[in-house]
T-cell receptor, first 113, second 112 residues
């Protein structure tokens, strides 16, 4: 069984460009979470989505960041007009309906130059 | 609490010894806790979980202890092996919502 898949694994963007990060959850999982991790720190929650719905976006910056989980296809985390402070590892996790345990993907390492 | 911008605390143990990694959580409303292992360049890997109505849970070579009175969580690894070297994070879930709040992490180094 494939776990959570994320791509790209590494992404380099210049300041002002857009970054699109993709996440395919574990087959059968309907809940997706995005987290951000800075070096030597724990993961910080950003957003929680179910199919076609944003359930909790309390950790998402108000500007430039958006997320979606369409009926078909992967979840997308979109960062517009990236700045150097956006450089981090972005992890996606998924869980089954009614389950608490979240399984993480390998992450996308975003570098803004 | 959160360790922002601080170096990770490190636990160094000899191969074959037992390891104990500790975590203090802040929210008495948390009802579910998980330990994750993260190797360099990889995503967090689920190790073991425990619900707040329990105080101990055992897995293969790992045991999690929960002390709700002092809001303390620990992970015990028996007969630590070089492959156990990684950063270990505890995470808590509040009883309202599904998001996980992660602790700052502990780096475990196993000496052969």
């Amino acid at each position: 069984n494939a776990g959570v898949m994320q791509n790209p694994r590494h992404l380099v963007r210049r300041r002002g460009q857009e970054a699109r990060l993709r996440c395919s959850p574990v087959k059968g999982h309907s809940h997706v979470y995005w987290y951000r991790q800075l070096p030597e720190e724990g993961l910080k929650f950003m957003v929680y989505l179910q199919k076609e719905n944003i359930i909790d976006e309390s950790g998402m910056p108000k500007e430039r960041f958006s997320a979606e989980f369409p009926k078909e296809g992967p979840s997308i985390l979109r960062i517009q007009q990236v700045v150097r402070g956006d450089s981090a590892a972005y992890f996606c996790a998924s869980s089954r309906q009614g389950a608490y345990e979240q399984y993480f993907g390998p992450g996308t390492r975003l570098t803004v130059t | 609490g959160e360790n922002v911008g601080l170096h990770l605390p490190t636990l160094s143990v000899q191969e074959g010894d037992n390891s104990i990694i500790n975590c203090a959580y802040s929210n008495s409303a948390s009802d579910y806790f998980i330990w994750y292992k993260q190797e360099s360049g990889k995503g967090p890997q689920f190790i073991i979980d425990i619900r707040s109505n329990m105080d101990k849970r055992q897995g293969q070579r790992v045991t999690v202890l929960l002390n709700k009175t002092v809001k303390h969580l620990s992970l015990q690894i028996a007969a630590t092996q070089p492959g156990d070297s990684a950063v270990y994070f505890c995470a808590e879930k509040q009883n309202a919502g599904n998001m996980l709040t992660f602790g700052g992490g502990t780096r475990l180094m196993v000496k052969p």
